[in-house]
Nanobody, 125 residues
């Protein structure tokens, strides 16, 4: 019933920047009203477990993984169903598939968690 779409990945040299975007929307033909609570980014490199990059609550509180603190910034758009990840001073070890994760609360229903399909970020040395 809900779509989670990421964009903004790509290939960048070490020290460069990228901005990821994630938009939550109702699936085509589905007329539901919903609120989006916590939104976040996770990443998974080949052969490694998926790890937290950054999360932001609907109140604006943020939490970052230790490896990205001071380099990455998460923020929500003026439209509350969007979230961005500004990544600066990228390092080769940031190379991974980045996934958007959201808690969606349809009006009158329980909260459900959704994952996007991921966007590849590759940082060359």
């Amino acid at each position: 019933q809900v779509q989670v779409d990421e964009s903004g990945g790509g290939l960048v040299q070490a020290g460069g920047s990228l901005r990821l975007s994630c938009v939550v929307s109702a699936a085509a033909g589905v007329g539901i009203h919903f609120n989006v609570d916590t939104m976040g980014w996770y990443r998974q490199a080949p052969g490694k477990q998926r790890e937290l990059v950054a999360v932001i609550t609907d109140a604006g509180s943020t939490n970052y993984g230790d490896s990205v603190k001071g380099r990455f910034t998460i923020n929500r758009g003026n439209v509350k169903n969007t979230v961005y990840l500004q990544m600066n001073n990228l390092k080769p070890e940031d190379t991974a598939v980045y996934y958007c994760n959201v808690d969606v609360r349809p009006v009158g229903r329980v909260t459900r968690n959704y994952w996007g399909r991921g966007t590849q970020v590759t940082v060359s040395s």
